[in-house]
């Protein structure tokens, strides 16, 4: 079981802590893949996700 809560979507979806964990694993590999080696540091990751917060405050999100 995943230590994470789960979270009710605004359509009545229930993504469960698993889901939002394996989501997170996702993401950050995704982001690894895109560094430089050389720019792999816990620095570069929270800048590069508190700008996709930013970027998807004002992002169309299609349903």
Do not use: H
């Not at 590999?29 to 050389?38: R, S, V, W």
């Not at 929270?46 to 998807?56: A, G, P, S, Y």
Request: net charge negative.
């Amino acid at each position: 079981m995943s230590p994470y809560t789960s979270i009710v979507c605004s359509n009545g979806y229930v993504m469960d802590g698993q889901e939002i964990l394996d989501t997170c694993s996702k993401a950050l590999e995704a982001i690894e893949k895109e560094l430089p080696e050389e720019a792999r540091f816990y620095e570069a990751y929270v800048q590069i996700l508190d700008t996709c917060k930013e970027v998807l405050q004002t992002k169309k999100i299609v349903l």
